[in-house]
C-alpha cells in the first residue's frame, strides 16, 4: 500500500503561482511513476504531468508546458507541482496517483486507469 497527502492548494489570482505538493508514505520503493491529474466540474479527469520516481524523466500536458513544472525531493518523498502564470482555466481539484508497475509510452503515463494510488485531491482556484 502506498498512501498519498496532496496538499498547497488554495485561491490566486490569474497570473500567480502556487505549488502543490504530494507526500508518499508506506511502500514507497513500488513506485515507479507519480503523475499528477486535474478535475475542473463538469469534467472529465486530465493528465497534467508526470515524473518517474527516479526523478530521471518528467512529462506534461501540452496545456500547462511551459508553466508547470514537477520534481521530486527524495529525502521526504515528496513530489511537487510547480504552477506557474496561472489561468481561470486551470481551476480544478488536483490529484497525485502512483503507478507501480513499469511501463514507457505515452499512455504509460497519461491513462489514468493505470495509476494504482490516490490522494484525497486539493482544490486550486485560479480568479480572473
Known amino acids: 500500500q502506498v498512501q498519498l497527502v496532496e496538499s498547497g492548494g488554495g485561491l490566486v489570482q490569474a497570473g500567480g503561482s502556487l505549488r502543490l505538493s504530494c507526500a508518499a508514505s508506506?511502500?514507497?520503493?513500488?513506485?515507479?511513476?507519480m503523475g499528477w491529474f486535474r478535475q475542473a466540474p463538469g469534467k472529465e479527469r486530465e493528465w497534467v504531468a508526470a515524473?518517474?520516481?527516479?526523478?530521471?524523466?518528467?512529462y506534461y500536458g501540452d496545456s500547462v508546458k511551459g508553466r508547470f513544472t514537477i520534481s521530486r525531493d527524495f529525502a521526504k518523498n515528496t513530489v511537487y507541482l510547480q504552477m506557474n502564470s496561472l489561468k481561470p482555466e486551470d481551476t480544478a481539484a488536483y490529484y497525485c496517483?502512483?503507478?507501480?508497475?513499469?511501463?514507457?509510452?505515452?499512455?504509460?503515463?497519461?491513462?489514468?486507469?493505470?495509476?494504482?494510488?490516490w490522494g484525497q485531491g486539493t482544490q486550486v482556484t485560479v480568479s480572473s
Open positions: 508506506g511502500r514507497t520503493f513500488t513506485i515507479y511513476t
Open positions: 515524473i518517474t520516481w527516479s526523478g530521471s524523466s518528467t
Open positions: 496517483a502512483t503507478r507501480n508497475s513499469a511501463g514507457r509510452g505515452s499512455v504509460y503515463y497519461t491513462s489514468e486507469a493505470g495509476y494504482d494510488y
